[in-house]
Nanobody
C-alpha cells in the first residue's frame, strides 16, 4: 500500500508564501509523476502543477510565474513553493501520484493524499 501525506498548508496573508510538501511512503518501485491539485469551496478540483520523474513540469495559468514544483532528493517527495499568494489561491491542496508497484510490470497506480488547507487572507 502507498500513502501520500501533504503538509505545509496554513493561513497566510495576500502576497505571502507557503511551501507544500507531499511525502510518499509504502512499498513501491518508483513514482513516475506527481501533481498538485486544489479544490476551492463550491468548485471542482483543478490541476495546479505536474512534475514527471524525468523533470517535465507543467503549470496551469493560475500558477505560472508564482508556483514552483520540485522533487525531493529520493523522488519520493514533491514540493510546491507558492509565492505571491492571492485570495483566490484559497483551497484544499491535494497531492496525486502515479506509482509503479512492481519491477516486472511498468503499469502505474494512482494515489491521492488527504489534502492540506491553504487559506490566503486579504
Amino acid at each position: 500500500q502507498v500513502q501520500l501525506v501533504e503538509s505545509g498548508g496554513g493561513l497566510v496573508q495576500v502576497g505571502g508564501s507557503l511551501r507544500l510538501s507531499c511525502d510518499a511512503s509504502g512499498s513501491f518501485v518508483m513514482i513516475t509523476a506527481m501533481d498538485w491539485y486544489r479544490q476551492a469551496p463550491g468548485k471542482q478540483r483543478e490541476l495546479v502543477s505536474t512534475l514527471t520523474r524525468d523533470g517535465f513540469t507543467h503549470y496551469e495559468d493560475s500558477a505560472k510565474g508564482r508556483f514552483t514544483i520540485s522533487w525531493g532528493n529520493a523522488k519520493t517527495s514533491v514540493y510546491l513553493q507558492m509565492n505571491s499568494l492571492k485570495a483566490e489561491d484559497t483551497a484544499v491542496y491535494y497531492c496525486r501520484s502515479d506509482v509503479r508497484l512492481s519491477y516486472y510490470n511498468t503499469d502505474t497506480v494512482e494515489y491521492w493524499g488527504q489534502g492540506t488547507q491553504v487559506t490566503v487572507s486579504s
